[in-house]
């Protein structure tokens, strides 16, 4: 038996009540960081990512060597895909663990290398890519709601 791994990225997060509500219902025990680099403007997710996690009840696990060696050219060199391997360990206990990273979407990040890699080394991997829920505006929103959707969509600085 196996657990089930999920991705997620925590751009537009504002902390640790948004990433409760990303990851409700999903049974995740251990958050992996993929991360190269722990500096992000976002405060939640910058040095302070441990506490983050840990404040849900999740543990927290900073792998570096599942970081994205190409991340300022858009490429994807993954610093030591060996590595993944750490990740397989902690599913086949059985654990459910999700792979955090900044991007919100999957489809660009290194994090589906992450994946294709593992799903590669173990095939009956189930994999789950966790994206936030579609947001809609109601037709009497106020200017503050409407400036807090729009701020939501637009990327961080």
């Known amino acids: 038996m196996t657990g089930t791994l999920h991705t997620f990225g925590y751009q537009g997060l504002g902390g640790a009540d948004d990433l409760r509500r990303l990851l409700e219902g999903t049974d995740i025990e251990t958050i992996v960081d993929v991360r190269l680099s722990v500096w992000s403007g976002n405060r939640a997710f910058s040095l302070r990512t441990r506490d983050t996690v840990e404040g849900i009840g999740l543990r927290y696990v900073g792998m570096r060597a599942l970081g994205n060696l190409a991340y300022k050219t858009g490429g994807i060199q993954i610093a030591d895909i060996e590595a993944i391997e750490v990740v397989l360990e902690y599913l086949r206990t ?23 890699e593992a799903v590669r080394r173990q095939p009956d991997l189930r994999v789950v890519h966790l994206t936030r829920p579609a947001a809609f505006l109601s037709a009497d929103a106020t200017d503050e709601q409407i400036e807090a959707f729009t701020d939501a969509l637009l990327p961080m600085p």
């Open 94 to 116: 059985p654990a459910n663990v999700a792979l955090m990273c900044v991007c919100a979407l999957p489809d660009h990040c290194h994090r589906l290398a992450l994946c294709e």
